[in-house]
């Protein structure tokens, strides 16, 4: 040998895989997220693509349209499907989100399925 370490040991020491945990961990992880998503996403049928998008992921919730344009949204379910769900509408042709501001919240114990909401009137 020439006394170097494997790259891949030096980026991964001890001999983990990161990137294999963070997939576990995703899948089995809980976790909620708000979101308010801003851009071409009213009156383009968003609330209801999320909301058959979620019933197919198992992901529980609600989505309803804000009085100044944007979209508000908590998804709760596990990190894996949660990062597809946003992927996937990101990749809806009739959506343009152009900023998406996410956080993660408490979980919701005991929620069950995902709900589609009015326009909130301030």
Request: glycine share 8%; charged share 25%.
């Amino acid at each position: 040998m020439n006394g170097k370490q494997p790259l891949r040991a030096r980026l991964r020491p001890g001999g983990v895989d990161p990137d294999r945990i963070d997939r576990e961990a995703a899948i089995k992880k809980q976790c909620r997220w708000h979101l308010y998503l801003s851009g071409s996403v009213q009156h383009v049928g968003l609330r209801y693509t999320a909301l058959y998008m979620c019933r197919d992921m198992k992901l529980t919730g609600w989505v309803k349209n804000l009085s100044d344009g944007r979209v508000e949204l908590e998804i709760q379910g596990d990190v894996s499907s949660l990062r597809r769900f946003y992927i996937e509408l990101k990749s809806q042709p009739h959506i343009h989100i152009s900023h998406a501001d996410i956080a993660e919240v408490p979980l919701v114990s005991g929620e069950q399925g995902f709900s589609v909401s009015r326009l909130e009137l301030s």
